[in-house]
């Protein structure tokens, strides 16, 4: 059988070729928590302040590992989607932009709150965290999804980037 091609006529088979490539597709998976979670994460909650951050997630400070969260949130700031990026040492976790804003994309949020706690109990940002943030921050500036704020969750105290000028 002959073809007409771009590049003149062409000999082909007449038996029908297979094709295979790989098709992605997003997968959402909903957790059952089983605890009473309505007494501090409520439906429809909107986060307006570092604080709320701080109360909702303190309890992190029980994990002896460091943790990186992305909370995702729609146009009114409520939490569509949790992301749990990253579970590292006792004194670092290892966050690529690509793997926060992966997630981020495909629940279609349009902004983002950073978390991580700190097992030692100390809030203060080491110069990793605030390489990420800015990293981060200037990622999703090209995505078009906001970085919010990184809350840094310490014993007790919490320190928001926003309160402090480093976002």
Known sequence: MTIDTLFG??????KPRTIKFRQIKAVYETLT?????ANYLKAGMRYT?????????SFL????????ITLHLDGK????AMDLVSIGSLNQSIVHPREVFKTACLSNAAA??????????????????????RRLKEA?????????DHVIIGSGEYLSFVERGLL
Do not use: C
């Open 33 to 37: 928590v089983r605890e009473e979670v």
């Open 112 to 133: 983002l709150i950073l978390i991580h706690q700190h097992p030692t109990g100390d809030s203060s940002p080491s110069s990793e965290d605030i390489a990420i943030t």
């Open 61 to 68: 400070m029980q994990e002896t590992k460091e943790n990186f």
């Open 49 to 57: 302040a570092p604080s709320q951050v701080y109360d909702t997630f």
């Open 140 to 148: 999703g500036e090209i995505l078009g999804i906001r970085v919010l």
């Open 9 to 14: 006529k062409e000999d082909v088979s007449s």
């Open 77 to 80: 700031n409520r939490i569509m």
